[in-house]
Every structure is written in C-alpha cells, then in structure tokens.
C-alpha cells in the first residue's frame, strides 16, 4: 500500500509548527485552567471542532477479478473533513479522548483504473480505462470509546461521475462514455491514537485506522453494462487526527501568553 502521500504532509505540519513550538522556553501552565484534551484525558468540546484526515480504501468491484474469479482490491484515494459535534448528554460508553457524540462532514474520492476485461461496455469488445470522482456527505456516530481507542459507525452518501475511454489503435478510434451513479454505504470504523508523550507531543497526532464496510448502488452509471460497483470495502493504515494538532496549537499559544 502507497502510504507515502498520506504520512507527508502531517510530518511538514509537524517540522513546521512542532519545531516552533519546541523552541520556547518551559513555562509554568496552570493546570484546570489551561490543560487540554489528549488520547489519555477526557474533555468535552463547548463547541463544534474542525477535524480533517486522508482516507484510502479498498474497493472490491465485481468487474475487477483475476484468474481464478475471485475480486480484487481496487485503490481508492480521497480526503475528509468536518466537525465533531458535542454531546448533549452523557454518554457511559465514551470516555476518554475529544468527547464528542458523532461527526458529520464531507468526503472527495478517485479512481483511476485500466480494465483488461473487454465487453464491459455495451457493444464494446476492447479493454477501457476508468475514471471515477466521488463526493460524499457522511454521518459518523461513536459507540464506543476508550482512552486512545474508539468505535464507530460511519454512514455515507455520494454522487458519483465515470468516465471510460476506450481506444482501439487499429481504427485509430477514441470513444468516451460518461454516466452517474449514487452510491451508498454503511460500515464499522475503529481508531487508535498514539498516546501523548511530554516531549513528543506531535505523537498524538498519528494513529491506525480500521474501516470495513458494504457499499450499496443506488442508480447505476451506464444501466446496460457489466458494472456495478456494490460490494465491499476496507481500510486499513495510518491516520492523521486534524483535532489533535489544532489543541496542541491552542496548548502553545497559551504557554506563549502566560510568559
């Protein structure tokens, strides 16, 4: 799996404000007033908070097989973000971490992928290329939360574009067909956020993250096609937690004023 474009950026936010931050002078902070949410303590947001991470799955489609029949993994890139919404009454289950009830925001996926299967396409016997782009708006309750690790259920709704080309060399022909799909999913996500360290507070930044889920087609793209990408879907790697590193921020620029 190709997780270099996904662990680059946080680390430049890292080199960037880390650094920064490292390079002040130890202050005294009082400890009620100033102290802020971690992996370990607990704290409930006043309002919402802003939070922001990449996300790669793995797509089975039921056109994407090898030699023995069997589906394989497609990969699917994409970035989320949105809000984590407080609780509005306590809740047993979630303690630890950034308290929060749910979150809900907004998702933008790609895809593009050589199909050597000809006949997908109607009357067409050629191999295509497929480009899919895919906005999503989604609904992520907790169930379950624990310190540093936490359950919950996405569910998502999308709008999805294809676009296949076809080209066939001997006819010096290109064909293009578009078309609109509207995928939906419902899955079990699972997160474990590294625990904070005084001296490596940018740890807590980074976790694992898990995502297993079952997508639905609710209108196909091209109706008369072999297509439909309904099926499963699964994440599994790193994971960069936005709302951990804007506390930390706001953890600074506090140290800063009390000198």
Known sequence: MRFQWILGLPFLIWLIIGT?????????VETSAHKISDTVQSSRPKSLTFTASTDQRFFFFSDTRNANNRRVPVSVYGVRAGFLFPPQHDRPALRGGRSASFK???????????????????????????????????????????????????????????????????????????????????????????????????????????LTGYRFILKKDIPDSQINYTGFYISVGPSFFLENLTADIKYWRQKRKKR
Request: charged fraction near 20%.
């Open 104 to 210: 809900a925001g907004a998702g933008f996926y790609f895809i593009n992928q050589r199909l050597d299967e000809p006949g997908l396409l109607p009357n067409t016997s050629e191999s295509v290329t497929r480009h899919l782009r895919i906005a999503t708006v989604y609904y992520e309750r907790y169930l379950f939360r624990r310190k540093a690790f936490e359950v919950s259920m996405p569910i998502e709704f999308g709008y999805g574009h294809s676009r296949y080309e076809r080209d066939d060399d001997q006819l010096n022909k290109h064909e293009v067909a578009r078309g609109i799909f509207l995928p939906l999913g419902v899955g079990v996500a699972a997160a474990y956020q590294f625990p904070t360290v005084r001296w490596l507070r940018p740890l807590h930044w980074f976790g694992l993250n898990i």
């Open 20 to 28: 920064t931050a490292w390079a002040q002078p130890e202050a005294s």
